[in-house]
Structures are given as C-alpha cells and as structure tokens.
C-alpha cells in the first residue's frame, strides 16, 4: 500500500484564537467545530480545490499537552505500523482510536521526539466533509481564460492534463474562490442539446465524496428523476466517476477517490 500524507493537524490550547490566526493570515477555510465531539476541533481546506494541497484541522490539545503541529500519514494497518515504528526507533503515543464517522487514527513519536500522525482511512468514512467546487468548460479557450482569471483575481492555475491542443483539466484557485476547468473537447458528442459557443462556457458541479458507498448513494439521489450520462463505475484514473443530469436539468460529475 503506498503511504501519502492526507492531513495536516494543529493542536494547541485556545483553538479559536489559533482559527482566526491562520484564517486571517492565509485565507484559510476554517469551518466550525464538529458538533458533539469530545474536543474543540475544526476541519480546515486551505485553498478548496487545490490539486497540491491537503485538508487539516485544528483543535484544542488536552489539558496538560503542549499541542503540537504534525501531519498524518495513510496505513493499512495501525498496530502493524505501531510494529514497525517501534522496531526502527520510534514510540507509540497515542491510538489506535477510532473517530466518530471517520478513521481510525493514531500518533507517534519518530527517534528524534517528533510527533507523526497515523490514519487507516478504512471503510467508514461516511460523515467525511464533501467537497464541490465549479467545472467550467471553455471549448478552446481554457488556459486563456485561466490566464484572464490569474489576473483578475489575482490567483493561480494548475495544468494537470492536456488533451492534443487544449487542456484536459486545470484547477484555479485564489483567496475564497476555485474551480476546475477544461476545454471539453467530447463535450458535444455527449450533450449535443447543449450551446457550444466558446464565449459562453458551461458549468457542472464537481462534487468528490471520500466514501464510495456514499458517493454512490448520493449519485443515486441526484438521478433520481433525473438522466444517467455515465453511471457511477470505476474511472480510468483509478477512482470511481459518474456523470448525472438531476430533475432540474443541473450536471453533476460525482467522483470518489481510489
């Protein structure tokens, strides 16, 4: 299994002051604390959207701990990562312990003290946040525009993917604001009822769901009444995709990642 780091996580003893601190200084996202849980912690998304960025959260460290600043890092399994750390030099701190609707998390120190978070992301990941952001299509006119936006805005673009002469999927982002873009070449074979004029641009909601069970519930619901384009199934770049007009004639492109 590969290892990557999802998380980032800061911990300290007044969480609303450290909230309006990051929020503040860098524009953060910083939602508010999760009901009913037994500490002060908020999830955060630094720049919703960004392809290179990651969520995190900040919370309010226990009575008697410092806090500390870490990240966490994916395993499949915490007792065998404990294992292993331990025979390298490291030492369990804390976990495993299982987050309501969420992971199984633990913490560790590595040989020089520092404190290293462990997530087993598992198979209940239902009360995960959702993230939707804008899709916007430019038939032919997607890095110019991108390249208007950054100016305008005041922002940046990432080029992920190109597709011959024009770009396959881009994300933007500036302080609040972002979304995805793309030429959508294939777009006319799929919606022929849809304007192709590339002054007008199209919008779909891009909505990823960390849970699949529940990404596909919630394609589900949207298609009710609605018409299937692609139906939710495995996706070429590993994850699950579908693709759904809703009731009111709304695009959604539904993904859930790997």
């Known amino acids: 299994m590969k290892h990557p780091v999802v998380h980032f996580e800061i911990m300290g003893q007044d969480a609303p002051k450290l909230s309006s601190f990051y929020a503040d200084v860098f524009g953060w996202n ?6 009913d849980y037994e500490i002060a912690y908020s999830l955060v998304d630094p720049v919703p959207g960004h392809a290179r960025g990651i969520m995190g959260g900040i919370g309010k460290a226990p009575d008697g701990y410092g806090g500390h600043v870490t990240f966490y890092v994916v395993v499949d399994n915490m007792e065998s990562a404990f294992a292993k750390i331990e ?20 913490l560790f120190r590595d040989p020089e003290g520092h404190t290293i978070g462990l997530v087993d992301v598992g198979d209940d990941m239902r009360g995960a946040p959702m993230e939707l ?87 589900d619901a949207l298609a009710e009444g609605g018409k299937v384009v692609t139906p939710f199934a495995d996706a070429q770049w590993g994850g699950k ?18």
């Not at 910083?30 to 009901?35: D, K, L, Y």
């Open 87 to 106: 025979e390298h030099g490291g030492s369990r701190m804390m976990g495993p312990d299982k987050v309501p609707n969420g992971p199984v998390i633990g």
């Open 133 to 219: 952001v804008p899709f916007i299509f430019f038939y032919g006119r997607c890095e110019e525009a991108l390249e208007f936006y950054k100016k305008a805005l005041n922002g940046n673009y990432e080029i992920a993917m190109r597709d011959n002469d024009g770009v396959g999927y881009a994300t933007f982002s500036a302080s609040g604001i972002s979304f995805k873009a793309s030429d959508g070449m294939a777009r006319p074979v799929c919606h022929p009822e849809r304007s192709r004029r590339a002054d007008e641009g199209n919008v779909t909601l891009a909505l990823n769901v960390l849970d699949t069970g529940r990404a596909q519930e919630v394609f």
């Open 241 to 258: 995709f579908g693709n759904v007009h809703d009731r009111f004639g709304t695009e959604w492109f539904v993904t859930s990642a790997p």
């Open 30 to 35: 910083v939602a508010a604390p999760i009901p």
